[in-house]
T-cell receptor, first 107, second 112 residues
Framework: QKEVEQNSGPLSVPEGAIASLNCTYSDRGSQSFFWYRQYSGKSPELIMF????GDKEDGRFTAQLNKASQYVSLLIRDSQPSDSATYLC???????FGTGTRLLVSP | DAGITQSPRHKVTETGTPVTLRCHQT?????MYWYRQDPGHGLRLIHYSYGVKDTDKGEVSDGYSVSRSKTEDFLLTLESATSSQTSVYFC???????????FGQGTRLTVV
């Protein structure tokens, strides 16, 4: 079983919609997580860091952590074509990433 | 960013030759990481370091070795390159207790 799992997608949403990206993890002891965004040919860049159960909001982005169910999600409100990228979830310990979910936002 | 640079940015090498990639940081961050990225596989951890001379294996460490003799440099070595090691390699760092990991620009390695 992989340490961090994501659906590779692509996830297609229309402009203005909410995009929902999910990530599950196998180690119940994992405490904190990152969401990164990566454009094609570029380096990953941080969107959010989360360590508490519940929601954390930053602009159009909301990260949700549920430690009992071992999942982390990222919601993107009012999705824009510029949000089209691969979104990577990682557990902070050892910085292990999932395979990433490709998001496509159509105008 | 955390002043992290990778060299070289591009390299073509022949099967069986040794290759060393360098990751250099200007910050004294404790943790450093090497990844490879291939289509459909995301970022896969090769090795990581939690201090000078302290390293550990990641998910895909076979065929790779690392060294960290100084805080600022983390070297990745392919002792005898194979075509399956053709990939884009990323280095990252993170401060102890840090809530962000910073990535280098990546190195595109082609083994022919």
């Amino acid at each position: 079983q992989k340490e961090v799992e994501q659906n590779s997608g692509p996830l297609s949403v229309p402009e203005g919609a909410i995009a929902s990206l999910n990530c599950t993890y196998s180690d119940r002891g994992s405490q904190s997580f990152f969401w990164y965004r990566q454009y094609s040919g570029k380096s990953p860049e941080l969107i959010m860091f989360i360590y508490s159960n519940g929601d954390k909001e930053d602009g159009r982005f909301t990260a949700q952590l549920n430690k009992a169910s071992q999942y982390v999600s990222l919601l993107i409100r009012d999705s824009q074509p510029s949000d089209s990228a691969t979104y990577l979830c990682a557990v902070k310990a050892r910085l292990v990433f999932g395979t990433g979910t490709r998001l496509l936002v159509s105008p | 960013d955390a002043g992290i640079t990778q060299s070289p940015r591009h390299k073509v090498t022949e099967t069986g030759t040794p290759v060393t990639l360098r990751c250099h940081q200007t910050e004294n961050h404790r943790y450093m990481y090497w990844y490879r990225q291939d289509p459909g596989h995301g970022l896969r951890l090769i090795h990581y370091s939690y201090g000078v001379k302290d390293t550990d294996k990641g998910e895909v460490s076979d065929g790779y070795s690392v060294s960290r003799s100084k805080t600022e440099d983390f070297l990745l070595t392919l002792e005898s390159a194979t075509s399956s090691q053709t990939s884009v390699y990323f280095c990252a760092n993170r401060a102890e207790g840090g809530t962000e990991a910073f990535f280098g620009q990546g190195t595109r390695l082609t083994v022919v």
